[in-house]
């Protein structure tokens, strides 16, 4: 278990601001509302406990309002509120106005009328004076009620350029075969017979825009298996590599091996060796508006041109005695989450490290990799057993398996069985082809992997997308 992380501070600023502190840092937590205000601090604290192993403890501060909060490492909490009722959320929103009793004007006790005797046959003659000098008499409240109001004379709205573009019909224009027979009669007759696109290519274009949705909130995917030879860093790049080609950037493939891995071997090369080590011993520059600039950031990564992603690999100093533990890693991942919407965790093969525990609790989505081999499949599935207990039940249960061949004729019995034992423990199992431009080990080339494998990757990446 990791040293008791220290106990946290919320100041709540406002209904949507809010400021986290823990030990000399200071996270500022903004949200359009108070529910999510709440959530987005439940969550930062969690993070802290799922790095500790432990529940971590935070003072709530609101006004002259204090009260402490506990959350667990499986994001249940507990709060217990002095100042104010249970009742009320962590971030409440100001309370509406009590709306005041409109204001009546006194009106005098009616005075009571001296009997007149009436005289019969006396009819009311109408006044003949100006109209115009006549004394009006007050309606009462009730006749004035009573009173129609005549509508109020609009102009009819114009339109605006939202109504122009609404005004598109069909939603655009259709799709275009590219590939199969209906793509080679499109092209041949230059567009004049052009059939919808067929099965093939329609699936491929649903899975396309699964991995192009939208994302309300970065991201961090973290792959996991704690044994060598498992096809986690390729597995790394080739998510990287579907996401940032079909998504336009924004993209980290990021090795967050505790000593050294092999992300940035296998990634293209760059005109600079910087690491996570030396990003992290200038860590501070990026907290300075001066510093903090993603062409700044250009010089510790390594831009895959082609797949348009980047890489931070790893320590590759042999010499070198600095480690990342879960502290660095924490940092790392601040920064980071401001420039990049996803993120693609390649983690080492020691589940016990600080920095690989810290990855799994900022993790949003897991990927399980192992290759179609009994040794590889079970270190997986020991895995799992443990992280189950470390209290990551949830991720579990929501993370995807990618099986991968590990030869062009794999045991297809060995595949089944294993696709059946990680159905039932994950949500989502996808196979993946063996292909012979990865064997190497050597920088990936993307251009030559086969139509399958590319294939194969955009069904991972969607399966990944869906739970995002």
């Known amino acids: 278990m990791n040293s008791r992380?220290?106990?946290?501070?919320?100041?709540?600023?406002?209904?949507?601001?809010?400021e986290l502190h823990v030990g000399a840092d200071v996270e500022e937590v903004v949200a359009p509302d108070s529910r999510a205000l709440r959530d987005r601090l439940v969550e930062e604290i969690r993070l802290l406990a799922a790095s500790a192993g432990e529940p971590a403890h935070a003072t709530v501060v609101e006004g002259t309002s204090r009260w402490p909060l506990v959350v667990h490492p499986d994001g249940t909490y507990a709060e217990t509120l002095d100042a104010v009722t249970?009742?009320?959320?962590?971030?409440?929103a100001p309370a509406e106005p009590a709306q005041e009793a409109p204001i009546v004007p006194s009106v005098p006790a009616p005075q009571p009328v001296p009997a007149v005797k009436a005289e019969p046959s006396v009819r009311a003659v109408p006044d003949r004076r100006d109209p115009a000098t006549l004394p009006?008499?007050?309606?009462?409240?009730?006749?004035?009620?009573?009173?129609?109001?005549?509508?109020?004379r609009r102009e009819p709205a114009k339109p605006t350029v939202q109504d122009l573009l609404e005004s598109r019909s069909g939603g655009g224009a259709a799709t275009r075969a590219t590939s199969g027979w209906q793509g080679v009669v499109r092209r041949a007759t230059g567009g004049l017979?052009?059939?919808?696109?067929g099965k093939v290519e329609r699936s491929r274009l649903d899975r396309e825009k699964r991995v192009q949705r939208r994302l309300d909130a970065p991201r961090t995917i973290v792959v996991l298996n704690p044994k060598g030879g498992a096809h986690k860093t390729t597995s790394t790049l080739l998510l990287a590599a579907t996401f940032g080609t079909l998504r336009g950037g924004a993209t980290l493939a990021w090795d967050n091996n505790e000593t050294r891995g092999t992300l940035g071997w296998r990634a293209q090369n760059a005109p600079h060796h910087r690491?996570?080590?030396?990003?992290?011993?200038?860590?501070?520059?990026?907290?300075?508006?001066?510093?903090s600039s993603l062409a700044a950031l250009d010089t510790y990564v390594?831009?895959?041109?082609d797949a348009r992603f980047d890489v931070l690999a790893s320590d590759e100093d042999a010499a070198a005695s600095s480690t990342i533990d879960s502290a660095a890693f924490d940092?790392?991942?601040a920064l980071l989450r401001r420039y990049y919407r996803l993120m693609i965790v390649d983690t080492g093969n020691n589940m016990r490290a600080s920095n690989w525990v810290a990855a799994v609790a900022a993790a949003d989505q897991l990927v399980i990799v192992s290759t179609v081999r009994e040794d590889t499949a079970a270190s997986a599935a020991w895995l799992l057993d443990g992280l189950r207990e470390k209290g990551f039940g949830a991720k579990i249960d929501d993370a995807v398996t990618v099986l991968t061949a590990p030869s062009s004729r794999p045991d297809r019995r060995l595949e089944s069985r294993l696709s059946r034992h990680f159905e039932q423990v994950t949500s989502a199992v996808v196979n993946a082809p063996f292909d012979?431009?990865?064997?190497?080990g050597g920088p990936i080339d993307f251009d030559a992997l086969a139509p399958e494998t590319r294939d194969a990757w955009l069904t991972v990446a969607a399966t990944v997308a869906d739970r995002l």
């Open 5 to 18: 992380q220290p106990d946290a501070t919320v100041h709540i600023l406002s209904s949507t601001v809010a």
């Open 86 to 92: 249970p009742e009320t959320p962590l971030a409440a």
């Open 136 to 152: 009006l008499p007050e309606p009462s409240a009730a006749a004035a009620a009573a009173v129609p109001v005549a509508p109020e």
């Open 193 to 197: 017979v052009s059939p919808a696109p």
């Open 275 to 291: 690491t996570a080590v030396d990003l992290l011993e200038d860590l501070d520059e990026f907290w300075n508006p001066s510093g």
């Open 302 to 305: 390594r831009t895959q041109v």
């Open 331 to 333: 940092r790392l991942h």
């Open 436 to 440: 012979p431009s990865l064997v190497d």
